[in-house]
């Protein structure tokens, strides 16, 4: 598990990779949330909200690293133009079904991932990556 996981919208990969170090608050907007294994996270909301299949977007490299990686233990990666598609127009209950979905998976691998709080990682999400579509941006995770 990751210590702290803020996902962030950026114009550009080159942007994005720059918070490498510092985080993205001081130069973007973003959500913060701790806990979470935010690539696999990212992996699983894709298969559950698109249909997508885990080894196929294991194989495809997504979710696409940005910055980092073994360096000092921070990683900036893009969420692909697929899942944020979708995240931007999912229905509030489209993202209910997936949040009670992915807090079950996490029940039977023995996390604790309450289904309220899922809803509201994937709901706050889904408004960021709405907001960053309209402005032309990408959504980008750091981790640190």
Do not use: K
């Not at 608050?25 to 294994?37: H, T």
């Not at 489209?94 to 289904?115: I, N, Q, T, Y």
């Amino acid at each position: 598990m990751s210590i702290i996981v803020e996902f962030f919208a950026a114009p550009d990969d080159a942007s994005a990779a720059r918070v490498l170090r510092t985080g993205p608050r001081r130069a973007f907007e973003s959500l913060s949330f701790g806990n979470v294994d935010p690539e696999g996270a990212v992996i699983e909301w894709e298969c559950l909200l698109s249909g997508g299949n885990f080894e196929e977007l294991v194989e495809a490299a997504e979710p696409r690293i940005i910055a980092g990686q073994n360096d000092d233990g921070c990683v900036v990666f893009a969420i692909s133009p697929r899942l944020s598609a979708t995240l931007a127009e999912a229905e509030r209950s489209g993202l209910e079904d997936a949040a009670v979905a992915w807090s079950v998976r996490h029940a039977e691998g023995r996390e604790v991932m309450d289904a309220e709080i899922a809803s509201v990682i994937l709901g706050d999400l889904a408004a960021l990556v709405a907001c960053a579509r309209g402005q032309v941006q990408g959504v980008y995770c750091w981790v640190a």
